[in-house]
């Protein structure tokens, strides 16, 4: 079953604005991970916020948690046609161990 | 590091051939994961290992599927006999036990087409 659901599916947006990629979840989480997939490639991990964490950063990427609404948010700033790839959001479920449960994903297209 | 490195990367095969595919995981990661990616479904847990034992396999579909672990460098996934429905593409994913090694490393994928 799913965990994260992620808004919206697609996103297409010119090269330089900004992209904001939303992503809800049901139950308590011990962390929250943000994932790339290019075309015909596997999954690349970008970023990881844990549960007691509200914001953090990575180069141009920005997260956000808020566990009161049980979502999250990854801002990629100054977009570049590169970025052009789906995004996944994952959880670690409270006393789940190792495992993670993924969304389905966000298309973003960046046009140069 | 070369990665985590799935065999072979694509396989076409008729309906009710056995199946195998092969992951090997990073060097000195002694977690394993198979998943399965699909447009209707999206990612999917298969089943997975620690330390070679098998912790969670509810995600496997049916018992047309098994997995194996037989050491900390190889890992097997076998459909058996496969049906159409089993196209998808299979990632193998592995990552460190504790010590804050909440990450996964994906291999490239085994795309599979089952006619």
């Known amino acids: 079953s799913q965990q994260g659901e992620e808004d919206p599916q697609a996103l297409s947006i010119q090269e330089g604005e900004n992209a904001t990629m939303n992503c809800s979840y049901k139950?308590?989480?011990?962390?929250l991970q943000w994932y790339r997939q290019n075309s015909g490639r596997g999954l690349v991990h970008l970023i990881l916020?844990?549960?007691?964490?509200r914001e953090k950063h990575s180069g141009r990427l920005r997260v956000t948690l808020d566990t009161s609404k049980k979502s999250s948010s990854l801002l990629i700033t100054a977009s570049r046609a590169a970025d052009t790839a789906s995004y996944f959001c994952a959880t670690v479920q409270t006393g789940a161990n190792s495992k993670l449960t993924f969304g389905k994903g966000i298309t973003l297209s960046v046009r140069p | 590091d070369a990665g985590v490195i799935q065999s072979p990367r694509h396989e076409v095969t008729e309906m009710g051939q056995e199946v195998t595919l092969r992951c090997k995981p990073i060097s000195g990661h002694n977690s394993l994961f198979w998943y399965r990616q699909t447009m209707m479904r999206g990612l999917e847990l298969l089943i997975y290992?620690?330390?070679?034992?098998?912790?969670?396999d509810s995600g496997m579909p049916e018992d047309r599927f098994s997995a194996k672990m037989p050491n900390a460098s190889f890992s097997t996934l076998k459909i058996q006999p496969s049906e159409p429905r089993d196209s998808a593409v299979y990632f193998c994913?592995?990552?460190?036990?504790?010590?804050?090694?909440?990450?996964?490393?994906f291999g490239p994928g085994t795309r599979l087409l089952v006619l």
């Open positions: 994913a592995s990552r460190t036990l504790g010590g804050g090694g909440e990450t996964q490393y």
């Open positions: 139950t308590s989480i011990n962390n």
């Open positions: 290992f620690n330390n070679n034992v098998p912790i969670d």
């Open positions: 916020i844990r549960s007691n964490e």
